[in-house]
């Protein structure tokens, strides 16, 4: 079971559901109505999706159930980080992964949001220093850590 917070118009959504076929599901979760109907229109028929139109802080999730919780193109836009860690690990099985990714490093991702609009120029990614706090603080610890021109990918594991 994977959970996707922020599944925008559900690109990524189907290629995971495509991945985890019929046995598997996703969880997939975004705040923006007009967001929300994209992803409907382009996941109809696939019935191992379910789809909430709703903060994932306030997504219903059973606890450890998840092997995935994947942020992408999503973390900087957390209000409240900690909270969203807590609750993404609290879901995921013990062997479960978080990760965080883009398509770009975090310099360029923080540069972009301070300058493109002043609603989201303090939606950061946070410092390698302060992602491994978030993590310790519920167990998990950085496995691994791209941040360079190949992008932004951040895989945490429980301790
Ligand atoms: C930059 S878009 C990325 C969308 C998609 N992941 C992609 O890569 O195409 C970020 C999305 O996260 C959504 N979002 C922001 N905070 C959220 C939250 N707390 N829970 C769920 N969705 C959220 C926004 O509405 C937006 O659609």
Known sequence: M?????CGTG????????????????????????MLEQSRIRLNGFANVHLFHEAIEKVPLVLQTIDVALCHNVFPHFDHKPLVVAKL?????????FIVSHFMPSSW??????????????????????MTQLFDEVGM???????????????????
Request: aromatic fraction near 2%; proline fraction near 5%.
């Open 141 to 159: 610890q950085i496995q691994e850590l791209i941040d360079d021109d190949r992008g932004y990918l951040l895989k945490a594991v429980f301790k």
């Open 11 to 34: 690109r990524l959504t189907k290629l995971i559901a495509e991945k985890v076929g019929g046995s598997g599901i996703v969880i997939a979760s975004d705040v923006s109505p007009r």
């Open 89 to 97: 690990v609290e879901a995921l099985k013990s062997d479960g992964r």
């Open 109 to 130: 991702v923080n540069s972009l949001h301070r300058k493109t609009n002043p609603a989201v120029a303090s939606d950061l990614l946070p410092d390698q220093e302060n």
């Open 2 to 6: 994977v959970v996707e917070p922020g």
